[in-house]
């Protein structure tokens, strides 16, 4: 039994759109990234471009989880002694909005000639709007922004028994509650029991 090789050219590209308003960074990249490598096909063939093309909107209107706008930093060199620039991911953002997805796309594609190939399928806009209404891009739904917490509590035994997770699910209309001292896990000291 052979397996399949995709050929040059043998496979038609595909064009989507995403709207990154209100996404978190990490979570639209490892989205996009497989889109532009073509793992999202059974046709995957790791020696030859057989990805699409990904077109995302509003790139100024991502962002991140914490405090990373002031603790991340981005590093370039200029290429002179004494050349290295650390910028804040707040200042890239604010000079270069659509750098930052980039960036985090690109760490994430294959670090040679293809790699930068298939970045270059990555069209990225400031605003709703792109010129690329002719191909008929097909709308992809960006992975929801933030997690959200599952609810289980740990429950403390009386014994010196290990805690096992009690689930149990929040109400749609009220938050889940913010764990306790005395529902908190208790730290294990030993390996023997």
Known sequence: MNCYQAKAGE????????DATDVVVGRLATQIAPILMGKHRPTYTPHID???FVIVTNVDKV??????????FYQRYTGHPGGQIDEQAWKLFKRR?????????????????IGRHMLSK???????????????PIP????????VPTGALFV??????PSKPVSTPAPASEPAPAPTESTAAPESTSGTE
Not at 63 to 72: E, H, I, L, R
Not at 97 to 113: D, F, G, H, Y
């Open 63 to 72: 962002v991140f989880t914490g405090n990373k706008w002031q603790q991340k």
């Open 122 to 136: 990555l069209k990225l806009y400031v605003g709703s709007e792109h010129p690329h209404q002719a191909q008929g």
């Open 140 to 147: 992809l739904e960006a992975v929801d922004g933030r997690p």
């Open 50 to 52: 057989t990805g699409d």
């Open 156 to 161: 403390p035994s009386a014994k010196a028994a």
């Open 97 to 113: 909005p659509e750098r930052i997805l980039q960036l985090a796309v690109q760490r994430m594609m294959p670090k040679n000639k």
């Open 11 to 18: 496979l038609t590209k595909q064009w989507y759109v995403i």
